[in-house]
């Protein structure tokens, strides 16, 4: 068997370690040095340095990345914001256009809205679910087309795959945010995106103990993003890339589990009589359904949804559930749950959130490996103190 046909579970413990191994170690060691011995390294960005990304933790890593994805190559930076500014900033510079999908992370939504602009980059917000709003915002000064590939925190999925064809046809830059997706239900760069970028925050590592992010592409691509990164100084820490090394290859046995609970647990909440509303794409009552099982290996494992009750009644909702973490993150092995205009998406102004599609009342629901039956039975009793 070639490295090229091999299953993506192998890839995920195999790919990018080094050969011969490091003094015989089944593991990457964690170096712990921030400089290495100049050895006729001819350009600055050659040097080997911890804050240009090149030590043999990160090395180990970029490959891993790049084969899981299918690209030619990856970066790994300081955490998924990093990644998605660093991106950003290499592509864009005063005087160029913006298209981004009005539905995003609450800190890429901010840096979009609010900063961009002080850098003269104009931005619109398009509806990446209807392609006939793009032409009518394309200027001539468009560079770069942003998207996710399951929005946070609507759950909805773009139509990608016109997406990737606008891009071409217009000669702009796609980069699209996989974090929900992970490379276990799409990998961006063999569909046609150029850049691919992840929060390894979330999903890659699993863990919630590390912040890292990650951008991948064609080594084109990924030699200007390093570069820039080695500027803003975005680099990844040894120990935290020895960590994510160590997340990434228990991926596929996360995330499929995690998925599979949450397509247990979506369709008891959508028939809850307490819930108004439910976001999940693998419910075929959902928006996104179709363009989901089209485009994806499967619908994830984020939910968001809305009580039939106010601010003070989904709080109370929040509190009485006994497995699921209130905290702001996602992606874990355990289950988190948040109200995002408190945490993911406080930056963003009350009518950016409504444009958005966020109510103050929306709870977001990151589903764990826990066993489903527990997490409903969790759900069902907490709804149950809804007063």
Not at 206 to 213: P, Q, R, T, Y
Not at 277 to 303: D, I
Not at 307 to 315: C, K, P, T
Request: include cysteine; aromatic fraction near 6%.
């Amino acid at each position: 068997m070639t490295k090229d046909n091999q299953s993506f579970e192998t890839k995920l413990i195999h790919a990018g370690e080094p050969k011969p191994r490091i003094a015989g170690a089944i593991n990457v060691p964690i170096f712990q040095s921030s400089t290495y011995e100049y050895a006729g390294e001819g350009s600055y960005h050659d040097v080997r340095y911890l804050r240009l990304s090149n030590t043999p933790n990160h090395l180990a890593l970029h490959k891993k990345l790049a084969a899981l994805e299918g690209a030619e190559a990856a970066l790994v930076t300081s955490s998924g914001m990093s990644a998605i500014t660093t991106a950003l900033l290499t592509f864009l510079k005063a005087g160029d256009h913006l298209l981004a999908h009005n539905t995003l992370y609450g800190g890429t939504a901010n840096f979009v809205n609010n900063e961009l602009p002080r850098y003269g980059i104009e931005r619109d917000l398009i509806d990446a679910t209807n392609p006939s709003d793009w032409e009518s915002k394309l200027k001539p000064n468009t560079k770069v087309i942003y998207v996710e590939t399951i929005t946070n925190p609507i759950m909805d999925v773009p139509e990608l795959g016109k997406i990737v064809e606008f891009a071409k046809t217009h000669e702009l830059i796609s980069m699209i945010d996989n974090t929900f997706a992970s490379p276990v239900l799409y990998c961006p760069v063999v569909q046609g995106f150029d850049l691919s970028l992840h929060s390894c925050t979330k999903y890659i590592n699993g863990h919630s103990d590390i912040v890292a992010g990650a951008v991948i592409g064609s080594a084109d691509y990924l030699g200007q993003v390093t570069k820039k990164l080695n500027h803003l100084g975005g680099s990844l820490d040894s120990n935290a890339c020895f960590l994510l090394h160590r997340g990434v290859k228990t991926l596929a046995l996360r995330m499929n589990k995690q998925c599979e609970n949450a397509m247990l647990i979506a369709p008891f909440l959508e028939n809850h009589p307490q819930l108004k509303k439910v976001n999940y794409p693998g419910l075929e009552s959902n928006s996104s359904f179709e363009r989901a099982k089209e485009h994806l290996c499967g619908f994830g494992a984020m939910l968001s949804f809305e009580i039939d009750g106010d601010v003070d009644q989904a709080d109370q909702f929040i509190n009485h559930l006994q497995y699921a973490i209130k905290a702001p993150s996602l992606g874990g092995v355990e289950t988190l749950v948040t109200r995002p205009v408190t945490t993911s998406h406080a930056l963003m102004d009350k009518a950016e959130r409504e444009v958005a599609g966020i109510s103050d009342t929306l709870i977001r629901y990151s589903v764990g490996i826990e066993a489903a039956d527990d997490l409903i039975a969790d759900l069902q009793q907490a709804l149950e103190h809804i007063g």
